[in-house]
């Protein structure tokens, strides 16, 4: 098969606008396109590729079939056949956004106390799969992550099969930041940098405004060169980020997520050494500021705040989010509040995993969720 430019794994919500991204971008000469779901990711990439055709781009392109709980050994070989020099992982049990949207009432004693980490089996099971596929194939392709990187990046790290770097989340604050002071100093967005760090969390945060007390950030502005954070209040400012005030939220930002892993995976391969904000740059816990090239992404962090400040941040979000801590060992711990509002809410009794149990765990709590949404009578929507 030769050698690919980006494989884009799943091609739901998320995957769908990365292949439609990608197919238009002048520097992807071939792209590979793979899902379990076999008639609606052909019908998906060749929907993609005529879009991409009717406004002059004509990249090579190719479906791949994968079933990401098959033999690792099987997608091991596929991948490997592949030969992808980047993997945008677009893959979950459980699109983000699907809890709050069908079943806010019902989850409320649990979002309450958390926020995405009660949910990081869902999205830890296929990812953990796929990583153990890359490696086993023996090909070493960048892997931006679109699957909940604040938590599962760090939980991969702990087993060997790190992602390169995750996407989203603080990079959907950061555009809205940029734009925010663009405006107010008569730049294009493009003239401003943000240096932010935080978890995952902050992004539900600012949408409700809770729960509990404002959540810990820490936040630097410049416009060229010149630091203009003083000038601004940065609470404000990252309250008009969020879901309902800017942007929309739910599936209908899909397209902005993906641009954001589009934009890592083109940063990689292009050596571009763009700064920009992400999960999990070689594993972390948490967001940073990043410079992404053909070396990985690597923490870029301003004067003002040391590494060990930036991990307690984000570790202090972690818990926040829901996740007590994630072991040496890959064994993730939920908090006391967490582990009860789950079992009261819906009986899934878990107070910790390992991740090598991640399948059973997965397995049932998604049974528990399938079971609770036939309770209220609803039903999972079509982008997971």
């Keep these: 098969m030769g050698q690919t430019d980006v494989m884009v ?12 991204l990608l197919t238009r971008e002048p520097t992807i000469s071939k792209l590979v396109a793979a899902d379990i779901r076999a008639d609606y990711g052909r019908q998906k990439l060749n929907t993609a590729v005529s879009g991409a055709n ?27 056949k592949v030969n992808p020099r980047c993997i945008l992982n677009c893959s979950t049990m459980l699109t983000w956004w699907a809890p709050g949207a069908l079943l806010a009432e019902a989850l409320k ?10 949910y990081v089996a869902l999205h830890l099971r296929l990812l953990y799969h796929l990583m153990q596929a890359v490696k086993a194939s023996g090909l070493k392709p960048y892997v931006v992550n679109g ?24 990079d959907n604050m950061g555009v809205l930041l940029k734009k925010q002071v663009g405006e107010k100093e008569g730049v294009k967005p493009r003239d401003v940098l943000v240096y ?30 010149q630091d203009v954070t003083e000038k601004y209040d940065t609470f404000e400012l990252l309250k008009n ?13 899909d397209g902005q997520v993906a641009s954001s892993q589009c934009k890592h995976g083109l940063a990689l391969l292009n050596d571009s050494k763009i700064l920009s904000l992400a999960p999990a740059p070689g594993g972390l816990t ?21 590494m060990d400040e930036a991990l307690k941040i984000n570790l202090q979000g972690q818990k926040r989010d829901g996740i007590e801590e994630i072991k040496d060992d890959g064994t993730i711990v939920f908090p006391d509040a967490v582990h009860q509002a789950a079992k009261k809410i819906y009986n899934f009794d878990c107070k910790s995993f390992n991740i090598k149990d991640v399948d059973a765990v997965a397995t049932e709590q998604f049974a528990k969720f399938k079971e609770l949404l036939s309770k209220y009578q609803r039903e999972l929507p079509y982008t997971i």
């Excluded at 794994?9 to 439609?20: D, L, N, P, R, S």
């Excluded at 004693?109 to 009660?118: E, F, M, R």
């Excluded at 980020?241 to 930002?253: N, S």
């Design 9 to 20: 794994v799943g091609t739901g919500g998320i995957g769908g606008w990365c292949v439609e």
């Design 54 to 80: 009717q406004m002059g781009y004509y990249p090579e392109t190719e479906f791949v079939h994968m079933d990401l709980l098959a033999d690792v050994s099987k997608n091991a070989e596929i991948i490997a």
């Design 109 to 118: 004693p649990l979002t309450d106390v958390s926020a995405l980490g009660p």
């Design 147 to 170: 699957s909940y990187g604040d938590a599962t990046g760090p939980a991969l790290k702990t087993q060997g099969l790190e992602t390169t770097v995750g996407m989203g989340n603080l």
């Design 196 to 225: 932010l760090v935080a978890h995952h969390f902050n992004n539900v945060w600012f949408s409700k405004e809770g729960p509990g007390p404002r959540p810990p950030y820490f936040l630097k502005i410049f416009v060229g060169e």
């Design 241 to 253: 980020t969020a879901a309902g005030r800017m942007r929309l939220g739910g599936f209908e930002c």
């Design 286 to 306: 948490g967001g940073y500021p990043v410079r992404i090239g053909a070396d990985g992404a690597k923490v870029v962090l301003p004067d003002g705040i040391t």
